[in-house]
């Protein structure tokens, strides 16, 4: 089934912004998830702060106690939870009203004997709350406490810093401490982004993590989305390539084959054994393409079987220049530098021919008449290297990229007028690295052209 490329684009990118969208909703409702965590935190670590300041006060009452805290008359009003008590005191006698289940009652009745005489130490309570948020995993930098009269609403006094106006702070309720619920305290603390980001960041490593699998999985997918249409355009070439190179052989060995009847009724013996002669050798070139195609399409290389023997590499490039310069169609200039102690190297034969056979017809099927091609072979570190350079047309650095893939054929003006099937160069590869070498492209540094490059090891 195909698919149309612009709409698997746009799906794909649609898919992978709903992905990232999705983390950053999660993500910000983690964050008000957490602000809400340090507001309830700094709610609870308020009240044990208000506690342990007020159980210090008490520890540094110096001298005889100046009342003295006694409860008589226990009178429930009805059967509703709130009591109604008598305190007296050294100096006076008054009644109050609290809630039964209220278990912190005799700490706020203190709270109100005490806050006139011993009022809240501020900094004390604002170093217990610190203390108290940075055990709950909040280290925050900045908190301060106002102590607030709660009949006028008016701040009796505060430890506010001089930057706290600059900073992003979050405040408390205000919490009455006495018993009746003339003072109470408010606490502000700093809400930066960092100090919740460091609680999330286990979820914001796995939020990005998640994020990047997923524009890695995308964008593999469309990689090879793209590859597979790529390939299927090198294959749908590389089938009419071979229907064109087939088809010619095939249309003359049946014309003429047509025509044998014909001259045989006349009994013309020279034209059939023409005919004859020219359907054998066009059948010559379609097996010829059938043999080729078979070999070169056959480069897996775990299916490659060498045959490896000694080969001596002089005599082999001197044959190499008489078999090119007896062709007819181009003027081929060919020079061999021969640069190298291993004269003898140990390959197989009729694979290594291939290889700069291909590599040959290559050189001079894509360069103009006449042609320059200079074959180099020195050492290399571990090996040799075989340098076959020509002053062809030059292949651009996006093709050197694909020219070693299998049907890929550079898309130019002089290689449209070229036939080929796109697996000669996939062939030659496979060939070297069976060997244990490698194959390289780069520009021809001496002139136009391109340079093909083949390390074989020693």
Partial sequence: MK????IFVIVATVTLMAIIINQLFWMRNMYKSYQQELVLAVDASLEDAIFMEYSKRLEHLEGPRIFSFN???????????????EVHTEDSTFWVEYNKNDSKYDEKIMQYLLHKSMPVDLDVLNSYLYKLLERKGFPIRNTYVEYIDLKTHHIIKHNKPGNAAKIFMISTNVVPIDILNTIGVKAYVESSPRT???????????SIFLIFISCYCLFYLIRSFFRQQKIERMRQDFVNAMVHEFKRPITNASSMMDLIPFYLEKKDMDKVDSYVD?????????????DRIQRISNNDPERILLDKEPFAIEPFLENLKKKYASRKDKVINLSVVLNTVH????VDKLHFSNVVDNLMENAIKYSNNPVDIEVMVCDAEKGIELCLKDNGHGISDHDKKYIFDKFYRVKSSQTKRQTGFGLGLTYVKSIVEVHGGTIRVEDNPSSIGSAFIVFMPV
């Fill in 196 to 206: 919740i980001f460091k609680r999330m960041a286990m979820q914001l490593l796995l």
């Fill in 71 to 85: 409860v008589v008359n226990v009178k429930e009003k009805d059967t509703s939870q709130i009591v109604r008590r």
């Fill in 343 to 346: 004269q003898v190297w140990k």
């Fill in 3 to 6: 698919i149309n490329t612009r």
């Fill in 278 to 290: 020219g359907s054998i050798l066009e059948l010559r070139k379609l097996t010829a393409y059938t």
